[in-house]
């Protein structure tokens, strides 16, 4: 850079013309291989930065919460997954379960998603107990 600047000077002086020449540089920063302009820019959809003119780059990385499904999608320009399907649970055989639905797994196990199950999504569900059929010959013995 000095070298550019003193052949300049020296061209100046060569025209005959003795000003100072200003020199400009664009500012702004590096980040991950890009150059980025002075101001806010997104590298990602997760990511916030800004390139202050010290060049030193400032980023806010974005935190997704729990999904309340068990069907979440994550596209591509977006940060957080979503439930195209709304909040719902999974059953013990895999059958999703809208919130606030019950579901009859068998015939002893219903399965009822009320969305208190925060981080697991897993269904609550209950085993009806059948007594069992009593043997008609050993009832009068």
Known sequence: MIWF???AFVVSCVHGDLRPL???TTAGCYYQGSYHPVGPFSPSPCEDC???TSGKVICAITDCFITPCVDAVHEKDKCCPTCP???NCKAPDGHIIKIGETYHMNSYTICH???HHL???LAACAIRH???VVDPIHLHS
């Open 5 to 7: 600047a003193l052949l």
């Open 113 to 115: 998603c009320d969305g």
């Open 130 to 132: 059948v007594d069992p």
């Open 85 to 87: 399907n709304g909040p």
């Open 22 to 24: 200003e020199l400009t």
């Open 119 to 121: 981080g697991s999504n």
């Open 50 to 52: 800004h390139c202050p």
